[in-house]
């Protein structure tokens, strides 16, 4: 039985006007989540925009483990085939580094455009990603380098605004979401981890449940420190919850209040760095 839940017309709905997004833009900029990097990537883009340059931002990289994040970096890039930067919403170095690529990236098709005869105009680009990767951070991180907007385009609904980003680059102010299956439950189990996936979709204790089992493997000794318990002590929400006397009436562990400060606690990186998924996992090392 799936433990995470999604709406099919909701996907279907959002690959749409996803795909609809795309078609507008010259480079696309997939932001992806540090501490999930493979299973925060859209799996199926080669459907949704062939041949389209990209640019992967590992996003959140903050808050992953440093040990990783160069590692999967040059993962994600070897297996997508396209430029993969680690970034951080605190660093403002970032949003020249993303300029400079995106232009890079436009470059063949710049030159297509001009051999055509075709006008030269600005880049256009959008941000896509799954829910709270960090989408619209970077959105409006690359709009603080400028202000000016530049109003609807033709074929562009009137809801969405093209923002000068500088003289070569134009971006779509809103992001495109990319919809999530339930198709695979150890991907959308990552994706609750990192609360890219409403809360209203899943059992919060089974959730908890399974993100301490994932922690045990690497950062066990993080969790103990955490949570002030021995080496030998159990990690599960019942004994955690008795060890530090969180109980309902009747003496009960109250599991449920473990589980949400064990998943704020990943979450808001209290437990330190970290990252959930190993690149030894899928084979990569
Ligand atoms: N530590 C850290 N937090 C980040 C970073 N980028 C974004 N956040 C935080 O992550 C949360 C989600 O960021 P958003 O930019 O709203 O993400 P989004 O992809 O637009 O989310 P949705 O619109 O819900 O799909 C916010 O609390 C941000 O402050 C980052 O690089 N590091
Ligand atoms: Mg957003």
Request: net charge positive; glycine share 4%.
């Amino acid at each position: 039985m799936a433990h995470i839940h999604w709406y099919p017309g909701h996907i279907a709905k959002a690959q749409r006007q996803l795909k609809e997004k795309l078609n507008l833009v010259d480079v696309i900029i997939e932001v992806i989540d540090a501490r999930i990097p493979y299973s925060s990537r859209y799996p199926s883009t080669d459907k949704l925009c062939p041949n389209k340059p990209r640019l992967i931002l590992m996003n959140k990289a903050d808050l992953a483990d440093e040990k990783y994040n160069k590692i999967w970096k040059n993962i994600i890039s070897d297996i997508t085939q396209c430029d993969c930067v680690l970034t951080d919403f605190k660093k403002a170095e970032d949003i020249n580094k993303i300029i400079s690529k995106v232009i890079f990236l436009s470059d063949d098709i710049m030159q297509k455009r001009a051999q055509k005869g075709l006008l030269a105009r600005a880049v256009r680009t959008m941000v896509i990603g799954m829910p709270n990767v960090g989408k619209s951070s970077t959105i409006n991180r690359l709009v603080k380098h400028s202000k000016t907007k530049t109003g609807a385009k033709a074929g562009v609904t009137r809801t969405q605004q093209w923002v000068r980003i500088n003289d070569k680059i134009e971006l779509l102010d809103t992001p495109g979401i990319i919809p999530t299956t339930q198709d695979d439950q150890n991907v959308a189990l990552k994706l609750a981890f990192v609360n890219s996936v409403g809360e209203n979709a899943y059992d919060s204790e089974y959730v908890a449940q399974k993100l301490l089992e994932t922690l045990s493997k690497n950062y066990k000794t993080e969790l103990l420190n955490y949570f002030k318990l021995s080496d030998d002590e159990q990690l599960s929400l019942e004994n955690i919850a008795i060890k530090k006397c969180w109980l309902q009436k009747g003496s009960n562990p109250d599991t449920l209040r473990a589980s949400e400060i064990i998943l704020s606690a990943f979450r808001d990186a209290k437990l330190g760095r970290i990252t959930l998924e190993t690149p030894e996992e899928y084979g990569f090392i």
